[in-house]
């Protein structure tokens, strides 16, 4: 299933799509790594999804912000 949506991910054309795609397999590798006794996967899962929400946070921001300033 994680592989497959990563695959899928790696089609999309907008940024943001991409990143909700990539930060939805977070919690599958996740159990896997519970699943498997990996603390490090475990620690780097953690890292992955905390910097992937940061990032779309950021970029949802930016583009609210863009979409209320653009006079167009």
Known sequence: IVLSTINLSSYQTSNNTKKKYLVACVPFWVVHN??????????????????????????????????????A
């Open 34 to 71: 519970i699943l498997v006794a990996s603390v490090p996967g475990l620690v780097s899962d953690a890292l992955s999804m905390s910097s992937g929400l940061l990032m779309l946070v950021r970029t949802v921001r930016e583009e609210r912000i863009l979409a209320a300033t653009d006079p």
